[in-house]
């Protein structure tokens, strides 16, 4: 039960799920919303190798007669796919096989967007394969065996980061930050910040 004693039952039965929701308009669609948010992001592409992007929909089958609130609906969760590119803010990319990205949901405001995704530095980690924090040459990255992720800015509200990589999961070298983007991060402000992955101005990775 929800604080305005809206109720929400929730049956699973031949991988089919059914939800009866009792309550306001406002917490009816809300609940909807947050069914059609899990549907969509707790699924995997058609594709093996690569992402694709769902926007659930909904289609109302029984529409409430004006005398009554009540009716009834089937949410779809149509897929389609992404092209693979190279273009600014997708280097996170290469951290998932094939994921599905929610589509027309917000976001939490940033400074600046396009930038990439948010992500905790924690699991930026774990998907990256890093076990802790590295300084290399008076500088704080992320380093695993066959990737790196360098900050590359800070803005005023979260740090932005890029993933350098190997294809073929070979040895990475550490970078040359002479010949790449990147800041200096202090340790309170990886701990406390936002965090996003995905953007830089210069891709090019001369390792030393």
């Known amino acids: 039960m929800l604080p305005d004693k809206t109720t929400v039952?929730?049956?699973?039965?031949?991988?089919?799920?059914?939800a009866t929701i009792k309550g306001s308009a406002d917490s009816v669609a809300e609940v909807a919303e947050q069914i059609g948010w899990l549907g969509a992001a707790l699924r995997e592409s058609d594709d093996e190798n690569s992402m694709a992007l769902c926007m659930p929909t909904i289609k109302i089958h029984h529409p409430a007669?004006?005398?009554?609130?009540?009716?009834g609906g089937c949410l779809?969760?149509?897929?389609?796919?992404?092209?693979?590119?190279?273009?600014?803010?997708?280097?996170?990319?290469?951290?998932?096989?094939?994921?599905?990205?929610?589509?027309g949901y917000p976001i939490?405001?940033?400074t600046r967007y396009g930038t990439g995704l948010e992500?905790?530095?924690?699991m930026m980690s774990i998907l990256a394969k890093v076990p802790r924090l590295h300084e290399f040459l008076g500088r704080r990255l992320l380093k695993g065996f066959s990737t790196a992720v360098v900050p590359t800015e800070k803005l005023e509200d979260s740090?932005?980061?890029?993933?350098?990589?190997?294809?073929?999961?070979?040895?990475?070298?550490?970078p040359d930050f002479k010949s790449i983007s990147t800041v200096d991060v202090r340790l309170d402000e990886v701990v406390k910040g936002r965090h996003i992955l995905g953007w830089c101005t210069e891709a090019s990775l001369h390792a030393g």
């Not at 992500?119 to 924690?122: E, G, Q």
């Not at 740090?159 to 550490?174: A, C, K, Q, S």
């Open 9 to 18: 039952e929730l049956r699973l039965e031949n991988a089919f799920l059914e």
């Open 65 to 71: 007669p004006p005398d009554k609130t009540i009716s």
């Open 76 to 103: 779809g969760f149509p897929i389609r796919k992404i092209a693979d590119t190279a273009a600014t803010g997708q280097c996170w990319h290469k951290l998932f096989r094939n994921p599905v990205i929610v589509e």
């Open 108 to 110: 939490t405001k940033r």
């Open 119 to 122: 992500i905790p530095v924690s």
């Open 159 to 174: 740090i932005l980061w890029h993933l350098h990589y190997t294809e073929d999961g070979n040895r990475l070298p550490y």
